[in-house]
């Protein structure tokens, strides 16, 4: 048995050991793109979030700005 195999203790069918480099490259290659792309997504999500927060505080401000200078002396 080599270093990259280990037993499975219930049917003691050996196997690889995940993370050493064992499986089909293609099939680490597409769950690599699944994995960019789910936190692409969720990166993206959030780069709107943050954009709408902003927008929202600027707006604010400037509200609060206009209501100073029309209820000024």
């Given at each position: 048995?080599?270093?990259?195999?280990r037993?499975?203790?219930?049917?003691?069918?050996?196997?690889?050991?995940?993370?050493?480099?064992?499986?089909?490259?293609?099939?680490?290659?597409?769950?690599?793109?699944?994995?960019?792309?789910?936190?692409?997504?969720?990166?993206?999500?959030?780069?709107?979030?943050?954009?709408?927060?902003?927008?929202?505080?600027?707006h604010?401000?400037?509200?609060?700005?206009?209501?100073?200078?029309?209820?000024?002396?």
């Open positions: 048995m080599s270093t990259s195999e037993v499975d203790a219930a049917s003691g069918a050996a196997g690889p050991v995940p993370g050493t480099g064992d499986g089909d490259p293609v099939e680490r290659t597409g769950r690599r793109d699944e994995l960019r792309r789910a936190n692409e997504k969720r990166n993206e999500r959030y780069v709107w979030w943050y954009l709408a927060y902003f927008l929202f505080g600027i604010l401000v400037a509200f609060v700005m206009i209501f100073a200078v029309m209820h000024g002396k």
